[in-house]
């Protein structure tokens, strides 16, 4: 799914929105134990309750695709009797009227989902009326091409309120207020079915995970049916052990600061794309070669690929390195720029030692103490 057909789902959880058609809850405690469900028409709620559950839904489709927000896609088992996309399947086309099937998803959920404390499980059906889009992107109302059926299913934490005090007009006094549980936004969730192409996708899930280095492996695995995404710290992880196993004992910093803005250069070439660059072995390759690592290593490349990254398994450019900074670090001095700036930084031999040079193109200021602007410019006698 695209960042432009993610957006045009969320716009459908508004005030005049009329898309959803049931709400369906689970309060799960501590110990795993159902403390209550409920089921309705979402139009029957009360105005104010509505649009902090459209807060709720906005978020579980928010976030940066390929991080936080991951297509996944089923194997030919999850889509066979019983398999977990059939299951999900059932569910939808229930529009969540079978009390037994709405039973044996909160079973799975509460059997595969870890997390400390109590959590509500919500789940909405929604139909959406797509409309038809002209040649120059613009929607057409009246020009319906389908109607988008789909599951959303939001897992958030409930948490006892602080204690505080709080006003009492009728005494006029700050008193003691008392603790309520309150339902947090989302740590996961997912869409059933994709909307690919701004049209019904029945073999591949969108997935939520507010943090991207906790996906929940297990939960995706045995109520979704697909394979986990890889954590984006794992990613990270892989890309680092790939430079280091190619370039070996010719670990310079020069080759590794130009992998370091080849990347970052082809993400910011990529940022008007619809979808998150991914790099497969050859791109990766490809971007070492560039970066002037030599034939010879480079094989030792293909077989450190093989062994580090999954086979089949992309990576996401945007989670391979930090590219809000760069750093350099030693073991008593970090220093740390952005990767716009890394130019400034080479490193020289200066009297017999290695050194790690900052070229100054601006004032400078040691502990918040601009020096004085005659120092800067004062030649070495």
């Not at 969320?10 to 501590?30: A, P």
């Not at 909160?106 to 789940?123: A, D, P, W």
């Not at 250069?265 to 002037?292: H, N, Y």
């Amino acid at each position: 799914m695209t960042k432009k057909e993610i957006s045009e789902l969320k716009k459908l959880f508004k005030k005049d929105g009329g898309c959803i058609t049931r709400i369906c809850g689970c309060y799960v405690g501590n110990e795993k134990d159902k403390i209550t469900t409920f089921r309705e028409a979402f139009y029957s709620l009360q105005e104010e309750d509505t649009f902090k559950y459209y807060e709720i839904f906005k978020k579980t489709l928010s976030g940066t695709p390929g991080r936080n927000l991951i297509q996944l896609e089923f194997p030919l088992g999850a889509e066979a009797e019983g398999g977990t996309q059939e299951f999900l399947l059932r569910l939808r086309n229930s529009e969540l009227k079978d009390e037994e099937l709405l039973e044996e998803f909160y079973n799975k959920v509460i059997q595969y989902y870890y997390c400390e404390g109590n959590y509500l499980i919500l789940l909405i059906h929604t139909a959406y009326d797509v409309p038809g889009m002209t040649s120059d992107g613009f929607g057409m109302e009246d020009a319906s091409e389908e109607v988008y059926s789909f599951l959303l299913c939001s897992i958030c934490p409930v948490n006892l309120s602080k204690p505080g005090l709080s006003y009492h007009p009728d005494s006029n006094l700050f008193r003691n207020c008392s603790r309520d549980w309150l339902v947090d936004l989302p740590q996961i969730g997912f869409l059933f079915p994709a909307f690919t192409d701004r049209s019904t996708d029945l073999h591949s899930t969108l997935y939520y995970t507010k943090n991207p280095d906790e996906p929940h492996e297990e939960f995706v695995d045995s109520v979704l049916g697909a394979a986990p995404p890889i954590p984006v710290s794992s990613q990270k992880e892989m890309f680092q052990s790939l430079i280091e196993e190619t370039l070996g004992e010719k670990r310079e910093y020069e080759t590794i600061m130009s992998i370091q803005e080849n990347v970052q250069e082809k993400i910011e070439e990529s940022k008007e794309e619809p979808e998150p660059l991914t790099l497969d072995k050859q791109d990766v390759a490809r971007i070492f070669a560039e970066c002037g690592v030599e034939e010879e290593r480079l094989q030792q490349f293909e077989s450190a690929y093989e062994r580090i990254v999954p086979e089949g398994i992309p990576l996401v450019a945007a989670n391979l390195l930090n590219t809000r900074k760069f750093e350099v670090k030693t073991p008593n001095i970090t220093v740390q720029v952005k990767p716009e700036f890394t130019h400034l930084l080479e490193t020289k031999v200066i009297d017999g030692r290695n050194c790690l040079v900052i070229a100054i193109e601006d004032k400078v200021a040691v502990n918040g103490i601009p020096l004085y602007d005659d120092y800067m410019e004062t030649e070495e006698p």
